[in-house]
């Protein structure tokens, strides 16, 4: 059964369009409670209860409003976080013992956008099937439960406090951050109060970039879509390192005290490297080939995994690994929380670096990538790429160009009309070269 609403990543879209609208977000809570209510074995009088915690967007309050009053009147319990990093939603549902996390985020879009992600009662992206069996009640009449029976909320005034805690908790408790000066970029967004308290109380000297949101200005040219804020904080203050989460806290770049920007690839091989029980790494389609061999040359097995996080927890699972992640910045450390959390990656390298009295830089001396050029179109929603001819014979030709020593791949983004355009070689200006040739021939069918 294909899906209409739910892409790798929940429902997202541009706020007041279809689906990111009040209404819509009143039936999806009214749809996602009744099918809570239908999945869980409750006590006569137990009730089902569900946390929504959301990022700095404007839009938020609105979607927030409208997704608790479909719960509600589908008979299921609030919880009201408030601005919380997405993977705390996930801890927070697990640690209280509910039903369902709802996050109010588009992660790293502009505030123009908006969307909404769920978690199980263990802290993982619901099941397909689960998504599914929700858009089909969409298509149901809304109705309402009796007063009586009607779902109550309230906010929940320790949910920071309670993250924080968790979060200091997966560093080691013989180290600490002492001595150490750290720039640290919040996006504006869901991190913002969470993120300073953690490393501050950790030891660390902070200096503070993106930590003053507005409800418009989230990723706006700061966070880990943005490096270059970091990266000037960091020469600026003579800074040790800089830490940059995007607007909902799940994903993570650094920059090292020379100003260089280490990706999802690196920050987890630092980990990897670090970590004497690790039995194996889940990268993504995406991930540099140079990190491929330089895992496999720790001697661990190494797999791709389809791009988006679900994937590559899915992919871990399967093989019993701990560690994965996207170069974007997505890291999961399956022995500290069960989804990817950009405060919580951050600190494991931290305590890498600590333990061996090393920097970023030296730590990754024996590291090297190949060049590679990622070009997003635009294309129109349906395009069918994969089966276009032209597109073909030009990944053909390129793949022969590459001839064994680098990789072609053409990818649709799962939350915008875009087709990306990966290539990857030994030689950066033939990786450029063919990039923007492949991109050429999108864009001239494409339209």
């Known amino acids: 059964m294909s899906r209409r609403y739910f892409g790798t990543d929940g429902v997202r879209g541009r706020v007041g369009e279809a689906p990111i609208t009040p209404d819509f977000c009143l039936r999806l809570g009214y749809a996602a409670g009744k099918t809570l209510i239908a999945h869980e074995k409750l006590r006569p009088t137990e009730r089902p209860a569900v946390i929504v915690g959301k990022d700095t967007r404007i839009s938020g309050y609105m979607l927030e409003s409208a997704l608790e009053a479909g719960f509600s009147a589908a008979g299921v319990d609030v919880y009201l976080a408030g601005p919380l990093p997405t993977p705390a939603i996930a801890y927070l549902t697990r640690a209280l013992r509910l039903q369902v996390g709802v996050v109010i985020s588009a992660s790293h879009n502009p505030f123009e956008d908006n969307g909404i992600k769920f978690f199980s009662a263990a802290g993982t992206k619901l099941p397909d099937s689960v998504e599914l069996e929700i858009e089909a009640r969409l298509d149901e009449p809304m109705g309402c439960e009796p007063s009586s029976k009607l779902g109550k909320a309230q906010r929940i005034d320790d949910a920071r406090g309670r993250y924080v805690e968790f979060c200091k908790n997966t560093f080691p408790n013989e180290l600490d951050l002492r001595g150490m000066k750290i720039a640290l970029d919040c996006a504006h967004g869901a991190a913002y109060m969470v993120a300073p308290k953690v490393f501050h109380e950790l030891g660390a ?49 650094m920059v090292d005290a020379k100003g260089g920007v280490y990706d999802g690839d690196k920050l987890l091989y630092v980990i990897a490297k670090a970590d004497p029980a690790a039995n194996g790494v889940v990268g993504t389609l995406m991930s540099n080939l140079g990190f491929e061999h330089a895992v496999q040359r720790l001697g661990l097995p190494f797999a791709r995994a389809k791009v988006g996080d679900r994937y590559v927890l899915e992919l871990m699972h399967e093989k019993g690994w701990k560690l994965g992640g996207e170069n974007s910045g997505h890291i999961i450390c399956l022995d500290r929380h069960t989804t990817g959390d950009g405060i919580i990656a951050g600190l494991q390298v931290l305590a890498a670096l600590r333990r061996q009295e090393t920097t970023l830089d030296d730590f990754c001396g024996d590291l090297v990538f190949y060049p590679q050029k990622l070009v997003n179109v635009p294309v129109r929603a349906g395009f069918a790429w994969a089966s276009n001819q032209a597109i073909g014979a030009a990944v053909e030709a390129a793949t022969a160009e590459l001839a064994g020593r680098g990789r072609v791949l053409l990818r649709p983004s799962g939350t915008e009309p875009l087709l990306r355009v990966m290539v990857e070689g030994e030689e950066a200006a033939v990786v450029e070269r063919i990039a923007h040739s492949l991109a050429d021939v999108v864009r001239s069918v494409a339209v």
Request: aromatic letters at 0%; hydrophobic letters at 40%.
């Open 205 to 253: 000297e902070l200096v503070l970039v993106g930590v003053e949101p507005n409800g418009t200005n989230i990723n706006e040219k700061v966070g880990a879509t943005s490096p270059q804020s970091i990266r000037a904080a960091v020469l600026e203050s003579g800074a040790d390192l800089g830490i940059a989460l995007d607007g909902d806290g799940d994903r993570i770049v």
